[in-house]
């Protein structure tokens, strides 16, 4: 995979963390199967690819590799009203040799805290399973993974811990998603609190109502730095 077209041209702005996720899909991308199927296969998925990048669902973005089409990588923005909202999960879709008549794997790179996604990332849902058909495409698909993080199926759970918590205890499984979420689905804070960081350096003028806001919100950014280091240490 050559720079100029790296499926995420923007890395470089994001943290340690990102750019580790983002190794993870070229590790999983080394094998291609793009030998193994058919010419009309690939003729399918590149056209299915090309409308999904110039007409994506809400919320689901696709980067496509020119050198590799069996490696389908896709951005879910977590949808609103669950715990994963404000997050961006990078996902990847692996492409068999016998797909259609198999259904591809679905794995998130992003670290989430969802039921139905094992600790290495691997998604299960009926779709990818016992439910899959030749004609299901490639956006049926994503679209099934975003619903998947709105209704959650603890009955097909491969984190043991996620479904338990999802039927038993969900105020608790509700936090430890939005957790997750914060942690490892948002991008870093962009300006606000480095700005506020930067006027308190520069000596600005401790007196005022403006002053004391920010004083506030200092205080407020300092308080939420540390709980991230507790919850980190725990995660």
């Not at 990332?121 to 998947?148: F, P, R, S, Y």
């Not at 491969?158 to 479904?163: I, K, V, Y």
């Not at 969900?170 to 870093?188: F, G, N, Q, V, W």
């Amino acid at each position: 995979m050559t720079a100029s077209k790296f499926p995420f041209p923007y890395l470089g702005y994001f943290s340690e963390k990102t750019r580790i996720e983002t190794k993870i899909i070229i590790d999983m991308s080394s094998c291609s199967n793009v030998e193994n199927l058919s010419p009309q296969v690939i003729r399918q998925v590149a056209r299915e690819l090309a409308d999904l990048t110039s007409d994506p669902p809400e919320g689901i973005k696709i980067f496509t590799n020119d050198e590799d089409i069996t490696d389908i990588q896709a951005q879910i923005e977590g949808p609103s009203g669950t715990p994963y909202a404000g997050g961006m999960f990078r996902m990847k879709l692996v492409l068999g040799k016998n797909f259609p008549s198999e259904p591809p794997k679905g794995f998130f790179v992003t670290k989430i805290f969802h039921p139905n996604v094992a600790s290495n990332g691997e998604i299960c849902v009926n779709t990818l399973k016992k439910d899959w058909k030749a004609e299901l495409g490639i956006k049926h698909i994503l679209l099934t993974i975003k619903c998947l993080l709105i209704v959650p199926n603890p009955e097909s759970a491969l984190n043991e811990e996620a479904g338990k918590l999802l039927l038993e205890q969900y105020e608790d499984y509700s936090m430890r998603a939005k957790l997750y979420t914060e942690i490892h689905a948002k991008p870093p804070k962009s300006s606000k609190e480095t700005s506020l960081l930067k006027e308190t350096d520069m000596g600005c003028s401790t007196e005022g109502p403006m002053a004391k806001k920010h004083a506030g919100d200092k205080k407020l950014v300092d308080k939420k730095k540390k709980e991230k280091k507790k919850v980190l240490k725990r995660l």
